[in-house]
């Protein structure tokens, strides 16, 4: 792990007047980018060539010449044949030479490797270069790991496919879409067989990845992934704030279960076991009398974290809840980091965070906010690592 007094030098020899905020063109890059320039920041996105335009073109930010925004939100593009030639020296120069300080999104983790962002991305970090390990599942001190330090609830865990005796969702990576899932469902053994020889012989799963594939009680209810918020440097009010709640457009899930029963059953091989691909995000709320609990969980899993992996999470995180019959939460994923779907909040925020921060609050917005008193208090390094 990079050294943090290490990355305290850098920002050290940074002119703290002209700071800019950067991350992977890919994931939330346009909510942070949206939040940045609401509180006044330039911005840098790291973008992967064929994958570009949506930043460069679509999104490009436009000034009037005393440097207010006009349109758009992208400030500058570093266009890279790769993501993970971020990792050279001479990108990272480029990066260091623009001030940026870098938000570290899925992509970040999922393209570059994380044993090259803990080791060699020299670039400071707003959040918890340590905890994105975690994200790793099967690692030897992975969410699940921290989940159970903390006391908190996750879905029962199943070790063997011939001791599958109720709904089961089988989790690993999508053979093929690197970011994406190759989840199936089974409820026994013989439909967990039937299922994986299926996938295998489609393309989805890959056989070798069977094996390390987490197996866990799936639980029946509604998803809400709570977009909390932590800063180290608030001291008026809670350092926990819950600025929004965000559910998943799945594909090809969810115009699967649109169609009558009869309809489903007369789909081919091809189509009749749905994927879990993430392809959007709406908002949700959650009724008031959950809310507290809501709030239980994350604190827990920020004291969990400040245990573990000082100096613990800082800034946005993302615990992925689904609740049960009984009204009880379930932890099925976390993440250390900004969440994959705040990019709903863009621009109108969410009804959470507007409603504690009294305008339109963003998580991007809330990050630049955080960055842009850390700077004028003199905290900066209490956010980075």
């Not at 089961?168 to 093929?176: M, S």
């Not at 615990?319 to 250390?336: E, G, M, N, R, S």
Request: proline share 4%; aromatic share 10%; net charge negative.
């Amino acid at each position: 792990m990079i050294d943090r007094e290490m990355i305290f030098g850098i920002i050290d020899a940074y002119n703290i007047e002209k700071i800019k905020i950067g991350t992977l063109g890919s994931h939330s890059a346009l909510d942070v980018c949206d939040g940045a320039v609401e509180e006044g920041f330039k911005t840098v996105v790291v973008c992967q060539e064929g994958r570009e335009q949506t930043y460069s073109k679509y999104f490009r930010a436009i000034r009037n010449p005393d440097g207010t925004i006009r349109r758009g939100i992208v400030d500058k593009v570093i266009l890279l044949m790769k993501f993970k030639d971020i990792i050279d020296s001479k990108v990272q120069e480029l990066l260091v030479n623009e001030n940026v300080i870098f938000v570290p999104n899925r992509s970040l983790t999922s393209y570059c490797g994380v044993d090259a962002i803990e080791n060699r991305f020299m670039i400071p970090l707003v959040g918890s270069r340590n905890l994105l390990r975690t994200e790793e599942r099967g690692g030897e001190r992975d969410y699940y790991w921290l989940l159970e330090k903390a006391g908190l609830p996750f879905p029962r865990r199943i070790d063997d496919p011939n001791d599958i005796n109720t709904l089961t969702i089988v989790k690993l990576h999508h053979a093929k879409k690197k970011l994406e899932r190759g989840f199936f469902t089974a409820s026994s053994p013989s439909e967990y067989k039937k299922k994986a020889e299926q996938l295998i012989e489609q393309g989805v799963i890959d056989a070798n990845d069977l094996s390390r594939a987490r197996m866990e009680e799936y639980i029946i209810g509604p998803v809400f992934n709570l977009d909390f918020f932590y800063s180290p440097i608030e001291t008026a009010g809670e350092k926990i704030e819950l600025l929004g709640i965000d559910w998943r457009f799945e594909s090809s899930l969810d115009g699967y279960v649109r169609l009558p029963a009869a309809e489903q059953l007369m789909l081919d091989k091809d189509q009749i076991l749905p994927e879990y691909t993430v392809c959007g995000h709406n908002s949700a709320t959650l009724r008031e009398s959950l809310l507290e609990d809501a709030f239980k969980l994350a604190e827990k899993y920020v004291k969990a974290t400040q245990e573990y992996f000082p100096p613990g999470i800082i800034g946005p995180f993302c615990l992925q809840t689904c609740v049960d019959k009984d009204l009880k939460f379930f932890i099925y994923d976390v993440a250390p980091r900004i969440g994959g779907g705040t990019n709903i909040h863009m621009s109108v925020g969410h009804p959470y965070g507007n409603t504690l921060w009294r305008k339109n609050m963003s998580t991007g917005r809330r990050l630049a906010m955080e960055i842009r008193r850390a700077i004028e208090e003199g905290k900066l390094k209490e956010l980075i690592t």
